[in-house]
């Protein structure tokens, strides 16, 4: 079992940075692979970031490659999502989810996680 608890979200002006953060608890945070998505009103859940298990794969959506850059940090049980470059498009709910069967990747479909936090929203104002 995981729990996620997203944070960092808040209202930034285009161009602005955010850092969004998900600590999650119990043991399987280190062993799964992590995913970031997004959901805008009247849209559906989208891919946004995925990491491996130890980080070393990494995976972006094309809409935020090189604005986005995701990491994370398994002695502290936190995945994080530095946003750089921030676009109006950019708003949404945006959550943490955990694959703890597939490891080594991280998928785009968010049928391919079993845990999600409550979600964080990032309003981005033009």
């Known amino acids: 079992q995981v729990q996620l608890v997203e944070s960092g979200g808040g209202l930034v002006q285009a161009g602005g940075s955010l850092r969004l953060s998900c600590a999650a608890s119990?043991?399987?945070?280190?062993?799964?692979?992590m995913g970031w998505f997004r959901q805008a009103p009247g849209k559906e859940r989208e891919f946004v970031a995925a990491?491996?298990?130890?980080?070393?794969?990494?995976y972006y959506a094309d809409s935020v490659k090189g604005r986005f850059t995701i990491s994370r940090n398994n002695a502290k049980n936190t995945l994080y999502l530095q946003m750089n470059s921030l676009k109006p498009e950019d708003t949404a709910v945006y959550y943490c989810?955990?694959?703890?069967?597939?490891?080594?990747?991280?998928?785009?479909?968010?049928?391919?996680?079993?845990?999600w936090g409550q979600g964080t929203q990032v309003t981005v104002s033009s």
């Open positions: 990491i491996s298990w130890s980080g070393g794969n990494t």
């Open positions: 119990g043991r399987t945070f280190s062993s799964s692979a």
């Open positions: 989810a955990a694959d703890p069967r597939h490891p080594l990747y991280g998928s785009s479909w968010p049928e391919g996680y079993d845990y």
